[in-house]
């Protein structure tokens, strides 16, 4: 299938791995393109193979998936890398989306929900587990790791206007567009705009991005 999603499938246990990419690969609408052992070893497999997304493990040997989502952030930006693990471990969640992951998830999601994961990150939506989405609330709050590899990006006083900035702080919260208007007294799709802009003004791909931003330039709500 020219149109099918092509994915790599990045795990140090090789029956983890394999169980993945064997799921995987009789879903609809993807091609598993291969697999990699570790996060070098991703690297390079990435470079070779062209995937649209990538799963990959969180801690690995030789290089951990963090690191190596840095690098294929900067080497492939349009590659987008889904964090597929058994840890939802705050700090993790944390460097692993400032790295540039695209989501976070754990291995105990049924296979079609996976695939479906990928579909919409290939799209550009992000995926966070839901027990994810606590952890990066609460590392948030408390200030969480340094980044590993920040998108640079202006002062939000330089680009976005007082508005933008108020609902960049919801976003901050976890609020969704339906929240934010109610909060703010606007039209959901009034705030949709507004986030785009605000993505767009930014250089951030998308609202967990945006989070991490809000965090990192102080703009969490009091």
């Known amino acids: 299938m020219s149109d099918a999603v092509r994915v790599l499938v990045v795990d140090d246990q090789q029956l983890v791995r394999e169980g993945i990419a064997s799921l995987l690969g009789i879903q609809p609408g993807i091609t598993v393109v291969g697999t990699a052992a570790d996060g070098k070893a991703a690297v390079n ?8 997304v ?12 963090v690191e190596a989502t840095a690098i ?11 964090m597929l693990t058994t840890f939802d471990d705050e700090e993790y969640v944390l460097q692993a989306l400032r790295a540039g992951a695209s989501g976070y998830l754990l291995k105990d999601l049924p296979a079609a929900d996976l695939a479906q994961a990928v579909r919409l990150a290939n799209a550009g939506v992000a995926q966070l587990d839901s027990s994810v989405t606590a952890s990066l609330a609460a590392a948030l709050a408390r200030g969480g ?15 976005l206007t007082a508005r933008e900035i ?10 969704t567009n339906r929240e934010i208007a109610g909060r703010l007294f606007l039209s959901e799709g009034t705030v949709k705009n507004h986030i785009s802009r605000i993505l767009g003004r930014l250089g951030l791909r998308d609202r967990t991005q945006a989070a991490v931003y809000a965090h990192d330039h102080g703009l969490l709500p009091d």
């Not at 590899?149 to 680009?159: K, L, Q």
């Not at 108020?166 to 609020?175: E, F, P, Q, W, Y």
Request: net charge negative; aromatic share 0%; no cysteine.
């Open 54 to 65: 990538v799963l990959m493990d969180v801690r690995m040997p030789e290089m951990d998936g």
């Open 45 to 52: 497999a990435a470079a070779e193979l062209a995937p649209h």
């Open 166 to 175: 108020d609902i960049l702080r919801l976003v901050a919260t976890g609020s």
């Open 72 to 82: 294929l952030h900067r080497r492939a930006p349009e590659v987008r890398v889904i």
């Open 145 to 159: 790791a340094r980044p590993v590899a920040p998108p640079p990006a202006p002062r939000p006083d330089e680009v």
